[in-house]
């Protein structure tokens, strides 16, 4: 989208405005800001004759939406502050300047009373007002008792909810592609996931890996060490030098979801640091690459 402008002289005053190029299926049309100087443009779907917002602000663009605006905010809140986390002074202190805004807005309107001195009026009120109304609405944001349905009577933004994906019912199955010395290279796949490219399955963001030095693997999970988390399905795990050789090692994991809520543990596997046989829980054995 670029702009173009063009200005012109009407009725003794110096207009500017600006027409928005946009997509073929978007039509224009322009609409006068009443009680200042300025046209502002809107889109149309000329198809469902439907306005499309450009600006995504809950604060009109135009004087007579803004009027319209402030006045049905200031009669919402006016009902019961407390209910959108204001007091009755927020209230009071907003309606005497939407009520001030509003009586020079009216008079900007007709040719009658239309004066410089009204038109400057109505800008410095509406710069007050909005100052005001965005902080009064950030209070009403914050408020503990704010619900979807009260943002929607006020006609403020209505914030999106994260997607709430639920604690993960499979586990990974640990499959070690590469061993050297004391470092173990290994990949998770889901244990739902039978063949193809490893991948986490839907609503998860990663895997939570423990690890366990010893023959045999312990039955309770306090016993194990927390390796760490991983938001890939390939990990690598490195003990430290001090190692005995021929050690063997013990890798378990847990599938986290977006809120790191921890699914299952799968069978853990075990892996003979300096060597290259790898054993699972239920005892059978495989030869893995040893770099």
Request: aromatic content about 8%.
């Amino acid at each position: 989208m670029w702009l173009t402008s063009k200005s012109l002289f009407e009725g003794g005053h110096f207009v500017a405005f600006a027409i928005a190029l946009m997509p073929q299926h978007c039509g224009f049309v322009p609409e006068r800001q009443l009680g200042e100087v300025g046209v502002a443009v809107a889109a149309y779907n000329p198809s469902t004759n439907e306005r499309i917002g450009m600006n995504r602000s809950y604060l009109p663009t135009t004087l007579h939406g803004f009027n319209d605006f402030c006045r049905d905010f200031s009669n919402e809140i006016s009902k019961d502050p407390t209910e959108y986390g204001l007091t009755a002074d927020d209230a009071a202190e907003y309606a005497a300047l939407q009520t001030a805004f509003e009586t020079s807005f009216d008079a900007s309107v007709s040719p009658m009373t239309r004066t410089p001195y009204i038109v400057a009026t109505v800008r410095d009120l509406r710069s007050e007002l909005t100052t005001l109304t965005r902080r009064l609405v950030d209070l009403c944001q914050a408020a503990a008792n704010m619900t979807d349905a009260k943002r929607r009577a006020l006609g403020i933004t209505v914030r999106k909810s994260p997607t709430q994906h639920p604690v993960p019912q499979s586990w990974p199955i640990i499959e070690v592609r590469s061993q050297r010395l004391n470092t173990v290279k290994f990949q998770l796949r889901d244990v739902v996931q039978r063949g193809g490219r490893t991948r986490k399955p839907a609503g998860v963001s990663g895997a939570i890996v423990y690890t366990f030095l010893g023959d045999h693997p312990p039955t309770e999970l306090s016993d194990w060490a927390l390796w760490g988390t991983s938001s890939k399905t390939t990990c690598e795990v490195a003990m430290p030098q001090s190692t005995p050789f021929g050690a063997v090692l013990w890798v378990a994991a847990a599938w986290l979801n977006t809120r790191l809520e921890s699914g299952p543990v799968g069978d853990p596997i075990s892996t003979r640091l300096g060597g290259g046989l790898v054993q699972t829980s239920d005892g059978e054995s495989e030869t893995v690459e040893t770099v």
